[in-house]
């Protein structure tokens, strides 16, 4: 044997040595595998920690070792590491493999004897096919220094500003015809009840006047070609059929407008619009959107009032949409978060109920500039309720919805309990589960809320209904609830049910994330790199994710994520280079038959074939190392670097224990 | 259950799916049988079928084949290949004799730990009942030597075998 294989076997504190007898796996791969090459196995406390890895480079270093195994975590977590800790001592990266007996053995197996055992397997595998490993260099290309931003709430425009105040440039692409997001229908923010138009509104101007944001509203990515550096993305910008250099925003196309339309993104279904609109006064950018599905010129062919009246010629019913491309380097994802339909819980009367209001609906009648001009009223549009009852967890922590908690309903609840207690003075009675205020100054407003005389009811609503069985319940809606405190079932009458739904992911998050190659969680949320250390990182490079995209949260945090998300693009920006891993393809040129079987395999047109010289190549660039070319060869003159056919087979013999020493060799 | 027959199955995973599948498995701590051992692909398109006949003929008495769901493909449509080959090494397998239930494929999504779980636990068992494949293992599970398989029932001798495919 000419290779020099030293074998480390990570105890991960208990979680391995807890189940494995690292020690006896260390000890047998040194007995065992010595034919094979092992000169040297050891086993460790912690092999991430800066004392293995100086272990290893020692022993790289005095008893040069040409290549390593480390028997520990998913080389998800550490490859990189021991990577790294080689290169230091003078080995090329690639020569490390990595067995997993924590993620594939320890976690998922109880038996000591069986998960050691697997264990020798798994370390005998990796051994086997490290001796095939080659020394490759990483390939570097260089980073397209524009970013691209999808969605424009409050997570995408601090994203597209820390990175444009920066110096680089930004497009922000936002699907409806304002930037804004959910933030800009909100009345006030919890804790500090500042008001959320003027919190928010001067950072969308800012977002929309920036020198280097180009801002794309109502439209729509709908392909992404490339990798990390050098993504090419084709995003549709809808016709606006409003001239975008002429109009100035004057909103006289708006009032000439004949058609009322019912608002149901914006004012959630409680207020009109025209059929030309910008969904709010603040509105970034704010040049109006033709509604063509309820035009009545698109309808009926005559009518054109905005036309005719428009100061500056603006309105244009002949605009196309338009296809763009753009160039960048990296993509956020502030796609956001759908709001859970009330209607799934029937027995909450939504929907058949006039005056049980979701949350949002609640927002918008409590804001100022909202329907109502923030009267809190019942459906009717003039009463004013004398109670109300919040229900709290509608869609989340349910086994029939939603298992999660969406984070921001119990804050939220206790907000409407303040405005409606301040602007009412009705009877608030809050229904709850559990009240989860956790985050700085969060459980001070639950106290004050506490404080004002909100009533707390902890348990969990069965139903509402306005069947009224006593006289004090005729005309109202009836809760019916458990009260766990008092180990009671209760029927409060209240005038008006506030229902406080949970978060949902995006009805196309799943779409989405398979266009930009990120997988979704069960629950449907865009999954992260690391849950703790690599929170708005993707396994894809280059693809971030901030704000409710990934998971539930409230404004703090998803300015937080979108901030940190800018400071890990800025971060690959100034690199200016990122290196890739070098799992490509090659065409043997002697052994090609030029039979183009390959051709048609490939779905990024890497592999072209030669015509004189009647053989296929692959352009390096392109290819994206999957392998099924080489999987596909018949003459086997496609070979693929990190995962060749050798390294391969000789995986498959070491898992199979075929590379022990022979008995009484 | 001392002589229970225990199988050993050769797993192979998609780098960008079914890997972190089994990631996912081990972080949440879910259980399953413990025969598999698992080799990372960078899609199941890298699947060659030589190595699942590698496998087989190298004393794994199931191969179990995971990749992206339909559609979810990291390259696109790249799984799809891998349907394609496994469908025709099913008949292959027919061919040589050899159940073709011994080959499973199941889509797992990073998100699907426990579906991957189960489905392992799950294959381990109907090997489990199909019994060991002894296609170059003694009937206590050891591997033959090559000399040894001459007077084995078996017909199909593995090293010649290995010969004819190219590795």
């Given at each position: 044997m000419t290779e020099k294989i030293g074998v480390y076997v990570c105890h991960c504190g208990s979680n391995i040595a807890g189940v494995v007898d690292v020690e006896d796996v260390a000890k047998w791969a040194a007995e065992k595998l010595g034919h094979q090459g092992v000169v040297i196995a050891r086993d460790y406390k912690f092999m991430c920690s800066s004392l293995g890895q100086e272990l290893i480079e020692k022993d790289i270093k005095e008893l040069g070792l040409t290549r390593v195994v480390v028997a520990a975590c998913s080389p998800h977590l550490h490859e990189k590491t021991f990577r790294i800790a080689a290169q230091n001592a003078g080995l090329n990266p690639y020569l490390v493999e990595l067995a997993s007996i924590r993620e594939q053995v320890s976690w998922v197996h109880t038996d000591k004897a069986v998960a050691t055992a697997k264990s020798k397997a798994v370390v005998s595998g990796a051994v086997s096919r490290v001796i095939e490993n080659a020394p490759l260099e990483e390939i570097k290309v260089p980073i397209n220094p524009n970013t691209l931003v999808v969605g424009g709430g409050i997570a995408g425009i601090q994203s597209a500003l820390e990175i444009a105040n920066a110096g680089f440039h930004v497009y922000l692409v936002e699907r409806e015809p304002s930037i804004g997001g959910h933030m800009a229908q909100f009345d006030k923010t919890f804790p500090t009840l500042d008001c959320s138009a003027c919190i928010l509104t001067p950072r969308m101007v800012e977002a929309g006047t920036h020198p280097n944001i180009t801002l794309l509203t109502w439209s729509e990515v709908v392909n992404v070609a490339g990798y990390v550096g050098n993504f090419n993305v084709t995003i549709k910008k809808k016709a606006r059929f409003v001239n975008e250099e002429l109009c100035t925003g004057c909103g006289i196309c708006q009032e000439k407008c004949p058609k009322k339309v019912i608002d149901d993104v914006y004012e959630a279904g409680l207020g009109y619009r025209k059929a030309v609109y910008t969904p709010f006064a603040q509105a970034v950018p704010n040049y109006p959107v033709m509604d063509k599905e309820n035009c009545i010129y698109f309808e009926k062919g005559t009518c054109k009032a905005c036309e005719k009246f428009c100061?500056?010629?603006?309105?244009?019913?002949?605009?196309?949409?338009?296809?763009?491309?753009?160039?960048?380097?990296?993509?956020?994802?502030?796609?956001?978060?759908?709001?859970?339909?009330?209607?799934?819980?029937?027995?909450?009367?939504?929907?058949?109920?006039p005056n049980v209001f979701t949350s949002l609906e609640f927002e918008r009648l409590s804001n100022a500039a909202g329907p109502t001009n923030g009267n809190i009223v019942l459906r009717d549009g003039k009463t004013m309720p004398k109670s109300v009852g919040i229900i709290h967890c509608v869609g989340s922590r349910d086994r029939n919805f939603n298992n999660y908690c969406s984070v921001i309903c119990c804050m939220q609840g206790l907000k409407f309990a303040h405005l409606v207690h301040e602007r009412t003075g009705a009877t608030v009675y809050n229904f709850y589960i559990d009240m989860r205020t956790a985050y700085k100054a969060y459980d001070e407003f639950y106290q004050r809320v506490l404080e004002e005389g909100t009533l707390f009811v902890r348990g969990k609503v069965a139903e509402v209904t306005d069947a009224a069985r006593y006289s004090n319940e005729r005309g109202k809606l009836i809760v019916q609830t458990e009260d766990t405190l008092a180990g009671k079932q209760r029927r409060i009458p209240v005038d008006m049910v506030i229902l406080s739904s949970g978060l949902q992911p995006r009805h196309d998050a799943k779409e989405v994330g398979k266009m930009f190659?990120?997988?979704?969680?069960?629950?449907?949320?865009?999954?992260?790199?690391?849950?703790?250390?690599?929170?708005?990182?993707?396994?894809?490079?280059?693809?971030?994710?901030?704000?409710?995209?990934?998971?539930?949260?409230?404004?703090?945090?998803?300015?937080?994520?979108?901030?940190?998300?800018?400071?890990?693009?800025?971060?690959?920006?100034?690199?200016?280079?990122?290196?890739?891993?070098?799992?490509?393809?090659?065409?043997?040129?002697?052994?090609?038959?030029?039979?183009?079987?390959?051709?048609?395999?490939?779905?990024?047109?890497?592999?072209?074939?030669?015509?004189?010289?009647?053989?296929?190549?692959?352009?390096?660039?392109?290819?994206?190392?999957?392998?099924?070319?080489?999987?596909?060869?018949?003459?086997?003159?496609?070979?693929?670097?990190?995962?060749?056919?050798?390294?391969?087979?000789?995986?498959?013999?070491?898992?199979?224990?075929?590379?022990?020493?022979?008995?009484?060799? | 259950m001392t002589d229970q027959f225990e199988p050993t199955i050769i797993g192979f995973t998609c780098n960008w799916c079914s890997y972190r599948a089994a990631d996912l498995a081990g972080t949440a701590r879910m259980k399953y049988a413990p025969n598999v051992r698992l080799i990372r692909l960078m899609c199941s398109g890298r699947l060659d079928p030589t190595f699942v006949l590698r496998a087989l003929s190298g004393g794994a008495d199931g191969v179990m084949i995971t990749g992206c769901h339909p559609g979810e493909c990291h390259y696109?449509?790249?799984?799809?290949?891998?349907?394609?080959?496994?469908?025709?090494?099913?008949?292959?397998?027919?061919?040589?004799?050899?159940?073709?239930?011994?080959?499973?494929?199941?889509?797992?999504?990073?998100?699907e730990g426990a579906k991957f779980a189960a489905e392992t636990t799950a294959f381990v068992e109907e090997i489990r009942k199909l019994g060991p494949l002894c296609w170059g293992k003694d009937e206590d599970g050891r591997m033959k030597d090559d000399e040894d398989i001459g007077n084995s029932s078996i017909k199909i001798h593995p090293s010649s075998f290995e010969k004819e495919v190219p590795a």
């Open positions: 100061p500056t010629n603006a309105i244009d019913f002949n605009q196309q949409d338009q296809l763009l491309n753009v160039e960048v380097g990296n993509i956020i994802l502030a796609t956001g978060y759908d709001l859970f339909d009330a209607r799934r819980v029937s027995n909450y009367g939504y929907g058949r109920l190659g990120i997988s979704c969680s069960t629950d449907g949320w865009f999954t992260e790199k690391h849950p703790k250390l690599d929170p708005v990182a993707t396994m894809t490079e280059g693809i971030y994710i901030v704000g409710c995209a990934q998971g539930p949260k409230d404004i703090p945090s998803s300015v937080a994520q979108g901030a940190a998300a800018s400071a890990r693009v800025l971060d690959k920006i100034l690199q200016r280079e990122v290196a890739l891993e070098p799992i490509k393809a090659t065409v043997n040129k002697e052994m090609c038959s030029g039979c183009r079987i390959c051709n048609g395999l490939c779905p990024f047109n890497a592999i072209a074939f030669i015509a004189d010289d009647n053989v296929s190549e692959i352009n390096p660039a392109l290819c994206q190392g999957c392998g099924t070319c080489v999987a596909a060869c018949p003459a086997g003159a496609i070979s693929g670097t990190g995962f060749s056919n050798e390294q391969i087979n000789a995986q498959i013999d070491g898992l199979l224990m075929k590379n022990l020493e022979p008995v009484g060799a | 696109i449509e790249q799984n799809y290949k891998a349907l394609r080959r496994f469908l025709l090494l099913k008949r292959v397998l027919t061919g040589l004799g050899i159940e073709p239930e011994r080959v499973k494929l199941v889509w797992a999504s990073a998100a």
